[in-house]
């Protein structure tokens, strides 16, 4: 069965570096976000990895690109955006994919 292409989930990969100076404010939004995004309709998943050199990886899942498209212009998350822009990150990209093939395995 062929979805439409609304209908596909949608993955953000957001890779990052925080400014020395980003401290607990960072941190405080970065949990904020998180809670807003899980409560949003549509939401999947959302999880962050830390390398060994700093850079930050966040994986966010959601189930559509209205769903998607909904969290990227809550009010909110811009905020927080514009304030990582200005106080946070030394560097970041995001990449928006739309899901193709799902395999899985699982014991």
């Not at 909110?76 to 514009?82: E, K, M, V």
Request: glycine content about 4%; hydrophobic content about 35%; overall charge negative.
């Amino acid at each position: 069965m062929t979805a439409e292409a609304h209908d596909r989930t949608m993955v953000t990969v957001f890779r990052s570096r925080l400014r020395p100076d980003a401290g607990e404010s960072y941190e405080h939004t970065a949990d904020d976000m998180e809670k807003y995004a899980r409560e949003m309709p549509g939401f999947v998943d959302f999880k962050t990895f830390v390398a060994p050199d700093g850079e930050r990886v966040s994986l966010v899942v959601f189930a559509s690109r209205e769903a998607h498209d909904a969290w990227r212009d809550d009010a909110r998350h811009r905020a927080a955006q514009a304030r990582g822009r200005a106080d946070w990150y030394s560097e970041y990209s995001i990449q928006v994919c739309e899901l193709v093939a799902l395999r899985e395995c699982k014991r």
